[in-house]
Each structure stands twice: as structure tokens, then as C-alpha cells.
């Protein structure tokens, strides 16, 4: 149910953007210098998601939710692709994989991982022989050519479904991740609540996956789909979209969505803890992206509504950009460092909207992130979403918008952007570009 809800969400961000905002506008001045480096036209995938990754050579790796050549979908299964810089510093693209939408699954939704060999990881939404999604396995060849292999194919029910979340390795070499459905709970309209599960090699040379966790709804959170993250005690931490608490702004039994940790614990098994329940208006609700750590522990993330009601009204406020910091008492201090929206209209914000992706830091150690709607052109009219920088000052924190989209040069980025080590941030459009099939960017603060 809840996927059916994002999908809807989606559709209305484009029919909207398509109806609404004049395009071809130029956009406001920036200091920042960005270049569209790939551009999606079908045939090679179309609707870029998930966080980008890199390798120790600066090639660059990630997924497209539809497209490629196969008729077994009606626009495409979805394609895993490589972009390479070459010596005349263009940038060239190898499609890896393209979903056929049978047992190799189908609409990958989360980003990539890579191991140490270089082969790299990820999962679908759907196919596979349970018609729940795959994990899956990409390894080069010798000839060139990349070879899958589907690790574990989800059978809904308690076994899990539709998983969207980015993986994650341990130092051991086991796959941690999320479904957004399936698992032992009962949640929304009788749909399932989703699951945390870890996939591992076994002594036969194959993959076994085991449940860690199932969530259940209301207070205990439903709904992940944003990436995971290790700490360096082997505890990790995510979000879940919904549930947290049963007594917020989101209604007596949806919620408006937590941060989780999951501990290991001496009997071999996982616990899970609420770091942090959403309430929406001013301190923000359902979180789509992860969260990320500092080298003291504290969490930062992003929330897609709340923070300003009076703001994007419709959706309760446009979003923020929150941190959690351990207190010493076993419990965690939430504080808001920038809340979206600058006006009073559901669409005209300068600041941006809907911030769906993770943050990530950058050169001088400020955060950046991706608002998904929103941004200002110089003509007065909404665009297709920006690039922000948050940094602090004597006064909290400050956002600079590096870029607004226009359609023309991408619309709608609602992923994390990925830092290379020299000052350059890379990231996705899930719409825009000269085809409307997205866009890969690179930009420079």
C-alpha cells in the first residue's frame, strides 16, 4: 500500500511540474560550476534512483528504476550503469545490466554497493521467482562483460518484499538491508510493515538470508527505505518512512516515522531502539532518506514535510534538515538546522521542497543534499528542485542553493550526491534532461 502511495506521490511531482512551471527560464546566478554529465534516453535506462558510488579509480556506478532494450516491461526493467572519464575529460557510459523482468528481477530502486574485488551489489523492487525482488550480484568478466547473479529472490509474507533501501556490507563480508513490505507485522489497511534483513555466504558457495528483524507498526515504525549506516561498534541505523509514534500530526496509526538503531546482541541476535519519532509540523516527518555519521556519533538526516506549516500547506510544511546527538543518558537530542520554505503557496519556495535524499559532507566539512521541488528562476517562476549547501554560522545553520533546475538540465533530484575527494559532488535527476528520462550531474561548491 504505502509503495502504491510514493509511486502516486511521484506521478503528481511530474504532472504538476509539467503543468505549472513555464521551462526553458534561466536560472538564478550561482558560484557553484555544474555540468550534466550523462543523459538517459530509454533505450539506456530512464528515471535515475538510489545514491551513486564510486570505485578507487573515479568511475562512477548506479541504477536506473526503468528502461533498457528488453519488452518485457512496458518502458524498460531498469538498467545498472558505469560512467567513466575519459582523457579528453568527457565522460562516456557502459550499461552493465539491463533487467528482462523475469527471475533476474525487475525496477531496481536503491543504489549500488561494491565490494573489495569490485564486484557490486544492489536489489530490485520486483521479479525474481517470488515476484518480490532479488538481491543481486554483478561481477566483470574477462571478456568485458558483467555477469549477474541473483543472491536471494524475497517471497513476500515473512520472508520480505520490495526491498528499496541501499545496502550495506559489515567487516565480515554479510549484506544488510530493508524491505519496504513483507514480514510478521500487519500495518496500514492490512498491508505488511517490512522487514531488516542480512544475506550472507554460505558453506555451499551460495547466499542464505535470514530475518533480523521484522517491524510492526505504530510506534515500532514501518516503512524502510532509506540506506543503512554502521557505527563503529557494529550497531546501524536507519529510517523507516512511517509509524514512531501513534500520537503526532500523521494521523493515530501512521505516524510520521522514526530513525532506528539495531544493536547486536549476546544471544547472536539483533535488538531495535527508537532513536528518534517524527511529529511532523515543526520537527519534520516521514524520513525517505538515511542517515549519516559524524566522527562523534551524531546522526544527521532529512525529513520531506514538516518544519514550517504555514509553508507547502498541503503536505504540513517542506521539509528539513535535522541531527540527533546522544545526550549520555541513553537518549538522543533532536534539533531542527534548517526547516524549507519561504512563503505561503504550496509550490513557490526558493529554499526548495521535499528534501527526499540523504546528506552527505562535503569540502569544509558542510553538508549537502538534494531538495526534490522547489528553487526560484530568475522570471519569478518555480523549478524542478536545487542542490543546497548547509553551513554553520554564530547563528545555527545556513543554506546556500549551489543550483535550481529547469527542466531543461534535469528536474526533481531526489537522491544524496556522492563527494569524489576533490571538491566535486556527483548526483541524479529522476526527471529532465534533453529526453526526460534524467540526468547524472556533476557540480563543484
Same mark, same amino acid.
Given at each position: ?48 534512483? *538510489? ?5 578507487? !579509480? ?46 533476474? *528481477? ?7 554497493? +561494491? ?14 521467482? &517470488? ?35 541501499? +545496502? ?22 492490512? *498491508? ?32 524502510? !527505505? ?15 518512512? +512511517? ?47 538515511? !542517515? ?123 537522491? &544524496? ?22 540526468? !547524472? ?5
Amino acid at each position: 500500500m504505502i509503495n502504491k502511495m510514493r509511486q502516486n506521490f511521484w506521478k503528481w511531482v511530474a504532472v504538476t511540474a509539467l503543468t505549472i512551471i513555464a521551462s526553458g527560464s534561466e536560472v538564478l546566478a550561482q558560484s557553484a560550476t555544474f555540468t550534466i554529465i550523462n543523459q538517459f534516453n530509454g533505450a539506456d535506462g530512464r528515471q535515475p534512483v *538510489g545514491n551513486l558510488i564510486s570505485d578507487s !579509480v573515479g568511475n562512477i556506478y548506479g541504477v536506473t528504476n526503468e528502461g533498457g532494450k528488453t519488452s518485457q516491461c512496458s518502458n524498460g526493467c531498469g538498467t545498472v550503469f558505469k560512467l567513466s572519464k575519459t582523457s579528453s575529460g568527457r565522460w562516456t557510459r557502459t550499461v552493465l545490466h539491463e533487467f528482462a523482468g523475469g527471475t533476474d *528481477g525487475s525496477f531496481p530502486g536503491a543504489g549500488l554497493v +561494491m565490494d573489495s574485488h569490485g564486484n557490486v551489489y544492489g536489489t530490485t523492487q520486483l521479479g525474481g521467482v &517470488g515476484s518480490s525482488g532479488v538481491v543481486y550480484e554483478l561481477s566483470p568478466t574477462e571478456s568485458g562483460s558483467w555477469k549477474e547473479n541473483v543472491l536471494h529472490a524475497f517471497q513476500g509474507g515473512r520472508d520480505g518484499a520490495q526491498p528499496y533501501s541501499q +545496502m550495506v556490507f559489515d567487516g565480515m563480508g554479510n549484506l544488510y538491508g530493508t524491505t519496504s513490505e513483507g514480514g510478521t507485522g500487519n500495518c496500514g489497511s492490512g *498491508g505488511s510493515c517490512g522487514t531488516v534483513f542480512e544475506v550472507s555466504p554460505n558453506a555451499s558457495g551460495g547466499w542464505s538470508e535470514t530475518i533480523i528483524y521484522n517491524f510492526s507498526g505504530n510506534g515500532d515504525g514501518w516503512d524502510p !527505505v532509506g540506506p543503512l549506516v554502521f557505527d563503529n561498534h557494529g550497531n546501524f541505523y536507519g529510517t523507516a518512512v +512511517m509509524g514512531g509514534s501513534s500520537n503526532d500530526d500523521c494521523g493515530p496509526y501512521y505516524g510520521c516515522g522514526e530513525v532506528f538503531q539495531l544493536s547486536p546482541s549476546s544471544d547472536g541476535g539483533w535488538s531495535k531502539a527508537t532513536v528518534y519519532a517524527f511529529q511532523e509540523d515543526l520537527n519534520g516527518g516521514y524520513p525517505y532518506g538515511g !542517515v549519516i555519521l559524524d566522527a562523534e556519533g551524531n546522526l544527521y538526516g532529512t525529513d520531506s514535510t514538516g518544519g514550517r506549516p504555514s509553508d507547502c500547506q498541503a503536505f504540513q510544511g517542506c521539509g528539513l534538515a535535522f541531527a540527533l546527538r546522544p545526550n549520555g543518558k541513553g537518549a538522543w537530542t533532536e534539533s531542527t538546522l534548517f526547516a524549507f520554505g519561504d512563503s505561503k503557496d504550496d509550490f513557490g519556495t526558493s529554499t526548495g521542497a521535499f528534501p527526499y535524499g540523504s546528506l552527505v559532507f562535503g569540502p569544509s566539512g558542510y553538508l549537502y543534499g538534494t531538495a526534490s521541488y522547489g528553487g526560484r528562476l530568475n522570471n519569478g517562476n518555480n523549478a524542478y528542485g536545487v542542490i543546497f549547501q548547509l553551513s554553520p554560522d554564530a547563528e545555527g545553520w545556513k543554506e546556500t542553493v549551489l543550483h535550481v533546475f529547469h527542466l531543461s538540465d534535469g528536474a526533481n533530484p531526489a537522491y &544524496g550526491l556522492l563527494p569524489d575527494g576533490s571538491g566535486n559532488l556527483f548526483g541524479t535527476t529522476f526527471l529532465g534532461g534533453q529526453n526526460n528520462g534524467g540526468v !547524472v550531474f556533476e557540480i563543484t561548491p
